[in-house]
């Protein structure tokens, strides 16, 4: 859910400052189109960790809009009047009329996720307050509500950066309490619960924004225009319309993703590879004989693009293992017998018997990758598409099944070499097509379904490994790596 | 959910013949469109209790469809291939493609169901579960699948008299088991256990149809039309887009609703009726005056054809309460404040605080009465909102909120009479305007709400009362009974 969120996003004060001016005569514009129209209510949740930008985000709201139209709700403890009434009450009673919008600092999430935190309740119980947010939101969203769920994210080095930076200054230092510090010590828990809390409180028609807080520029320009965008939205609801599903993430304002993170010049010297490759390969035909492993199974799941080396990586997987341990299946176009039916069925027909690994040559996450970029699929089938892979592999982990999930990662560069190479070897010649190369010119395209896929899907019982891979010896050990270290983690469990 | 399905519904031999052969024509016609357009594929669920028809309508779909279209699926324990993979894998494997039809005996319900009544699980595993079996439904409906969800069911006299029937006769008296005796030990718990999963899995899209079991012709003709129905529903799919919400439930076959069980002669003659008010009105009097009540709080809807009795009800309510206690919530048309916001908005509003009860003369319900049938809500619009209306009862009850709910129900002679009663009586005038004849015309649409009502929101935590009202006194008396009968119940616990 953070990943995106966690890489240093950034906006330097000559964009911002040419930005800011049209951003917030639009913003004022959208608003009044909305108090004309009377379409629909926005309500805007500020949530997230502290200090990452949340109180600055409201006084800036009611900067850059019409303060007389906008109501800021920044909800501490229910009232006396407010516990004598059901939880939602005090959000009901808050509620904004359609045309204007309501801010709301402390919303139906901040209890359930303290709650968990803090262990005073299970993760059955997140999920069932996650459950009714769903609910509640789903009918507000019917009922002429456009929702905004804004989740401000530190990580955890920005965190602890920032309280120092607060104490050593005497000016600041009043502002880092005792219970700041405890916060920060259950800097992960947090990060965790809310991760979980907020994908399964996802939905397409009203999806969390997470948005970086570290840099003041980014997140002001993020809030913005997202503000923006939902109030555009709100001015053209449909009211007695199920509502349209929320448009996609918008790229990030300066334009990084969680691919730039990714260090491509790592490499891995001839003799080094083959020792660790030689010992990742007996640690994995190990793990796959071993008796606790007869009674579970394994799906790996190779996506990249094209010429990422994906087959070679595969190849160096199952040299390791006996063949009537696993199985490759290559994902191509679905049959007509799987065109009949729903998409997820070509992935199911093909699910392992325990003690066995199937690795699938590309996935069911074509649909959030190629078919969302290709157009293939409509906005609103690739976006409840996410939902939906969580929960099959959901199914998987909690059959015993082991997922590992490995993008590899290559630059425009090295695809380009690799591709002229594949048209200059003979052999290699058939795995070169027109469509490669056209769908090397969506470059930008992909970027953003591969972060969204990865923000979204990257979960704790299924995390995504991200190789870089423009070293193929380098990829290939760290494939094996990562496969051999998820299924040891859960053979010890 | 069953109440509608526990009255005696018959359809005589001479209707059924004459209808027979029109319908089985038809549903070749519709199952041929199906083929031909490959527009969607049809899933049709079989469950419910022993002995209400579940074989007979697996035998008589293959009779009356062309049955090299048909997959019947009669699952049992799952086999040492599926007990190798996650739970769903054996309806994923099964699934029909596009054009075709598939009858599931044994469906992803059977066993949440019975690890319940069994108790090997608790009510929140049953809850996940009826959750993973909507979000499984969901993606279905999205991707070219039609379900149809039947629900055969007995009551428990209509069963036990099965079952004596059987073993009496020594043809017969080897269909009866130890385990069917079993089973009907259990029937109370099996029928609350199923109430909840069904009320949790009816969704707009896929709602499950209860189909009375005891008559053959009647649940023979229910079963036909519903899959005529499905299948011309299945047959217009449109893929890429949102599946419509599924039409409203068709009236029984036979016309009747569980309004037609009510006994309108009940009457009381003057003197009991006094007795009895004044000790109920001292009972509650004393019920909210509790120390217990103090901490609580009561919300009682009344709910009524013009003219049933609400308000002289009412008073004889209030006649009992302090008048700090009490306060009644008129609902009429609403207001500009309350158009503007989700239309629960103007019941969170007049929420009691504890040791208050609070008195709705009519309420939320107008969504799936009036404006259902005058049309002023989209049929997704009413759909939704049964379950919108569960969620928000949950909440009040989870708070520790008694609700009591109370249909008065009089027939269309006695309402004739007190129109005509108030046409007559100068200072009861104001009572009776031109709307209000108009709605007597609608009065078998009515019927259909409020029974579709009835089955779809008594729930075991706020279930409705059924209040015969042709005669005043015997109603008042009836309304007290049960007001105080919940609060009672709700303070001991």
């Known amino acids: 859910m953070f990943e995106s969120a966690e890489i240093d996003h950034a906006v330097d004060k000559e964009t911002y400052e040419r930005e800011v001016p049209r951003l917030r005569q639009e913003l004022l514009e959208a608003q009044y189109d909305l108090l004309e129209s009377r379409r629909a209510a926005l309500v805007i949740v500020v949530a997230g960790v502290d200090g990452a930008g949340k109180g600055d985000t409201v006084n800036l709201l009611q900067k850059w809009l019409d303060p007389r139209q906008v109501r800021v709700h920044g909800l501490g403890a229910p009232s006396e009047e407010e516990r004598e009434r059901p939880p939602l009450y005090r959000f009901w009673r808050r509620l904004p009329p359609r045309g204007k919008v309501g801010v709301f600092m402390g919303s139906w999430?901040?209890?359930?996720?303290?709650?968990?935190?803090?262990?005073?309740?299970?993760?059955?119980?997140?999920?069932?307050?996650?459950?009714?947010?769903?609910?509640?939101?789903?009918?507000?969203?019917?009922?002429?509500?456009?929702?905004?769920?804004?989740?401000f994210h530190l990580s955890k080095a920005e965190q602890k950066a920032r309280l120092e930076r607060l104490a050593s200054d005497p000016r600041t230092r009043w502002r880092v309490t005792r219970r700041d510090w405890d916060h920060f010590e259950r800097y992960e828990r947090f990060r965790k619960v809310s991760a979980r809390a907020l994908r399964e409180s996802s939905t397409d028609y009203?999806?969390?924004m997470v948005v970086a807080g570290g840099d003041a520029r980014f997140r002001q320009l993020t809030v913005g225009r997202a503000v923006h965008a939902a109030l555009t939205r709100a001015s053209r609801a449909d009211t007695h319309q199920?509502?349209?599903?929320?448009?996609?993430?918008?790229?990030?304002?300066?334009?990084?993703?969680?691919?730039?993170?990714?260090?491509?010049?790592?490499?891995?010297?001839?003799?080094r590879y083959r020792d660790e490759l030689e010992r990742l390969q007996g640690e994995l035909n190990a793990l796959v004989r071993h008796r606790r492993f007869q009674g579970r199974s394994m799906v790996v799941v190779f996506e990249g693009a094209d010429a990422a080396g994906k087959g070679g990586a595969i190849r160096r997987v199952t040299a390791a293992l006996d063949a009537r341990a696993y199985y490759v299946v290559p994902i191509a176009a679905p049959t007509d017998e799987e065109n009949a039916r729903p998409y997820l069925w070509r992935f199911w027909r093909h699910l392992p018997k325990r003690g066995r690994v199937a690795i699938f040559d590309r996935s069911w996450y074509g649909r959030v990758l190629v078919e969302r970029v290709e157009r293939f699929a409509e906005p609103a089938d690739w976006m409840r598409a996410y939902a939906e892979i969580n929960d099959f592999e959901r199914q998987l982990v909690d059959h015993g099944t082991v997922v590992a999930k490995l993008w590899l990662h290559i630059d425009p560069e090295e695809q380009l070499r690799r591709f002229q190479e594949r048209e200059q070897t003979g052999f290699k010649r058939f795995k070169i097509t027109d469509e490669d190369w056209r769908n090397r010119e969506k470059a930008g395209d992909y970027r953003l379904a591969v972060s969204d896929m990865i923000d979204r899907t990257s979960t704790e019982l299924a995390p995504w490994t991200l190789v870089e891979a423009n070293d193929k010896r380098y990829a290939r050990v760290a494939v094996l790596r990562a496969i051999t270290s998820a299924l040891g983690e859960a053979l010890e469990k």
């Not at 059955?124 to 989740?151: I, P």
């Not at 993703?257 to 790592?266: A, E, G, I, S």
Request: proline share 14%; glycine share 2%.
């Open 206 to 208: 009203a999806p969390w």
């Open 242 to 271: 199920p509502p349209p599903p929320m448009p996609p993430t918008p790229p990030a304002v300066d334009g990084k993703t969680v691919l730039d993170t990714l260090d491509l010049t790592r490499s891995l010297p001839k003799k």
């Open 109 to 151: 999430y901040s209890q359930p996720i303290l709650d968990r935190v803090f262990k005073r309740t299970k993760n059955t119980h997140l999920d069932t307050s996650m459950e009714h947010a769903r609910h509640f939101e789903r009918m507000l969203t019917y009922e002429g509500v456009v929702l905004l769920k804004l989740w």
